[in-house]
Nanobody
Framework: QVQLVESGGGLVQPGGFLRLSCVVS????????MRWYRQGPGKEREYVASITKTGGNVISNYAVPVKGRFVVFGDDSTNTVYLYMNSLKPEDTAVYYCNTGGPGGTWGQGTQVTVSS
């Protein structure tokens, strides 16, 4: 059974930094694309970033609103996916979810990120 457990959310001031973690069990992240999504208040859930390891190469992708500020990283030794979030903005406020298998796949429970002064 695949399980994803996120942590690391919290309250941070604009311009601040957070690191989210997603501990994965049941699959090896080296063999599966991993994604981060978020859902802000009153908004639809939206894609944030993904990481895929294929043929020894690591491919990461980012949604336009976070490109250049967020970095996704996978630690194969601990089977954990991280989302490093820099230069946070109030519009980044959302519940952040880890996912594998796309919208119909497996989701974590989410971790709340609030960016506010």
């Amino acid at each position: 059974q695949v399980q994803l457990v996120e942590s690391g959310g919290g309250l941070v001031q604009p311009g601040g930094f957070l690191r989210l973690s997603c501990v994965v069990s049941g699959i090896a992240i080296i063999n599966h694309p991993m994604r981060w999504y978020r859902q802000g208040p009153g908004k639809e859930r939206e894609y944030v970033a993904s990481i895929t390891k294929t043929g020894g190469n690591v491919i990461s992708n980012y949604a336009v609103p976070v490109k250049g500020r967020f970095v996704v990283f996978g630690d194969d030794s601990t089977n954990t996916v991280y989302l490093y979030m820099n230069s946070l903005k109030p519009e980044d406020t959302a519940v952040y979810y880890c996912n594998t298998g796309g919208p119909g796949g497996t989701w974590g429970q989410g971790t709340q990120v609030t960016v506010s002064s």
